[in-house]
């Protein structure tokens, strides 16, 4: 059993950053999968990034790709997200997760992840 809980959030204007962060307690991070959702309101939830337990690969929503980075800090026990250029269609609920699913995969699914945070409000103004 993992305990997620995500930070960072808050409100930027557009164009600026933000990086959100996901700490684990009960089990280290490295030994699972993780993700970040957002979901916006009246909109599904929908994976923002992934990457896999091994870090060897990773995935990118294309409405993000070139502006986010997901990473881990081993010695910290943390996933972060970092955010540039945020846009206003950006503005959501972000959430980290976690799955049990192992190997050198990274899982696009929500029905996927097996531990989830309550999740952290990212708001961008125009």
């Known amino acids: 059993q993992v305990h997620v809980v995500e930070s960072g959030g808050g409100l930027v204007q557009a164009g600026g950053s933000l990086r959100l962060f996901c700490a684990a307690s009960?089990?280290?991070?490295?030994?699972?999968?993780m993700g970040w959702f957002r979901q916006a309101p009246g909109k599904e939830r929908e994976l923002v990034t992934a990457?896999?337990?091994?870090?060897?690969?990773?995935y990118y929503a294309h409405s993000v790709r070139g502006r986010f980075t997901i990473g881990r800090d081993s010695a910290k026990n943390t996933v972060y997200l970092k955010m540039n250029s945020l846009k206003p269609e950006d503005t959501a609920v972000y959430y980290c997760?976690?799955?049990?699913?192992?190997?050198?995969?990274?899982?696009?699914?929500?029905?996927?992840?097996?531990?989830w945070g309550q999740g952290t409000q990212v708001t961008v103004s125009s």
């Open positions: 990457i896999s337990k091994s870090r060897s690969s990773s």
């Open positions: 997760a976690a799955t049990n699913w192992g190997g050198t995969y990274y899982y696009t699914r929500a029905s996927e992840y097996h531990y």
């Open positions: 009960g089990r280290t991070f490295s030994s699972y999968a």
